[in-house]
């Protein structure tokens, strides 16, 4: 298994954590209050410090054992990588444009910054998944 689709699996799968619970943690708290009340920007900082320590982490402990992989991209590991972010992209587009319909309806602020949050993290999502799928179709 190449670095690159080893570091795809452990950024996904932190993505896919980090943010499902943020995402489960501000449902709940929407259940409970109306979305004027529900303080989220403290909640949404909390979450990108554990999201950048285990990408850290994970990425020295990947590079640390697979020493001699860690620098090595062929042809095949830039062409997946540009895949994926194509159709990363393409989840982004449809996110802003959720998010830039939500402030032209005047939407709470809330939902707004959920519905760019949510698009972000479905297109880091759907890159990885991409760039997963295309390592074990064996492009």
């Known amino acids: ?8 699996i452990v950024m996904t799968a932190i993505l896919a954590v ?30 990108v410090v554990p999201l950048v320590i285990l990408a850290a982490a994970s990425h020295i402990v990947l590079a640390l054992t697979n020493l001699k992989e860690a620098n090595d991209h062929d042809e095949r590991d830039r062409w997946i990588s540009l895949r994926g972010e194509r159709v990363g992209g393409y989840v982004l587009a449809v996110g802003v444009f959720a998010g830039l319909v939500l402030a032209m ?27 997963i799928l295309l390592y074990r179709r064996g492009v």
């Open 1 to 8: 298994m190449a670095f690159q689709e080893k570091s795809s």
């Open 105 to 131: 309806a005047e939407a709470p602020y809330f939902f707004v910054a959920h519905a760019l949050l949510a698009g972000w993290v479905l297109a880091e999502l759907s890159s990885g998944g991409t760039r």
């Open 18 to 47: 980090v943010y499902g619970v943020y995402f489960t943690v501000v449902g709940q708290r929407m259940s409970g209050a109306p979305v004027d009340e529900i303080v989220y920007q403290p909640l949404l900082i909390v979450a």
